[in-house]
């Protein structure tokens, strides 16, 4: 079993930045792919960005260039750094963990955290 935290979140205005950490524990987090995937209110959930157990890294299109996945092995997370926010980043956002190599696939992660709000003002 792996369970998975969300630090991080919060308000910020828009053109800010901000940084999530997904803390695992119970087991090493780079031995699973994580992905961040967000939603927001009367929306589907939807895939941010993932790493794969090997490092390789995928972004949704509307977060390219602005948000940074990266695993801190050291600390056992895997973190997301937002640059550039944007109102339309408003929403609950979740980390994932899984053996899976399709990262954009919210039914590949075997385990989700709780959750952790972002609020972006414009």
Known sequence: ??????????????????????VASGRTVSNYAVGW???????????????????????ADSVKGRFTIARDNAK????????SLKPEDT?????AAGTTIFLRSLKSYDYWGQGTQVTVSS
Do not use: W
């Open 37 to 59: 995937f967000r939603q927001a209110p009367g929306k589907e959930r939807e895939f941010v960005a993932g790493i794969t157990r090997g490092g390789n890294t995928d972004y």
């Open 1 to 22: 079993q792996v369970q998975l935290v969300e630090s991080g979140g919060g308000l910020v205005q828009a053109g800010g930045s901000l940084s999530f950490s997904c």
């Open 76 to 83: 056992n997370t895997v973190d997301l750094h937002m640059n």
């Open 91 to 95: 929403a609950v956002y979740y980390c």
